[in-house]
Nanobody
Framework: QVQLRESGGGLVQPGGSLRLSCVASGFTFSTYRMSWYRQAPGKERELVAFISSADGSTNYADSVKGRFTISRDNAKNTVYLQMNSLKPEDTAAYFC?????????WGQGTQVTVSS
């Protein structure tokens, strides 16, 4: 079955950096688009970034452009989210996501807290 496991969250000061990882299993990772979403308390889940399977092209929410970088290592079945210049408004639970046969799959999430 499809499994997504995120890691790498934590507490960081404003201006700091974190790298999130999501290890996938149960499907042919290299052939699927992978995405990162986030959800802050009291807010809807929002798309942060995605990376295509075909050519590795990427797309970002305006709020994170220039600060976050999504990448993938198909040999390790892993997608990453490098987050730099973190702001308090980046505080949220971050989720890995993929779509397979019309169904969305999610990891359990990893918490990122940006605070001094």
């Amino acid at each position: 079955q499809v499994q997504l496991r995120e890691s790498g969250g934590g507490l960081v000061q404003p201006g700091g950096s974190l790298r999130l990882s999501c290890v996938a299993s149960g499907f042919t990772f290299s052939t699927y688009r992978m995405s990162w979403y986030r959800q802050a308390p009291g807010k809807e889940r929002e798309l942060v970034a995605f990376i295509s399977s075909a050519d590795g092209s990427t797309n970002y929410a305006d709020s994170v452009k220039g600060r976050f970088t999504i990448s993938r290592d198909n040999a390790k079945n892993t997608v990453y989210l490098q987050m730099n210049s973190l702001k308090p408004e980046d505080t949220a639970a971050y989720f890995c996501n993929t779509l397979r046969s019309g169904r969305a799959y999610w990891g359990q999430g990893t918490q990122v807290t940006v605070s001094s």
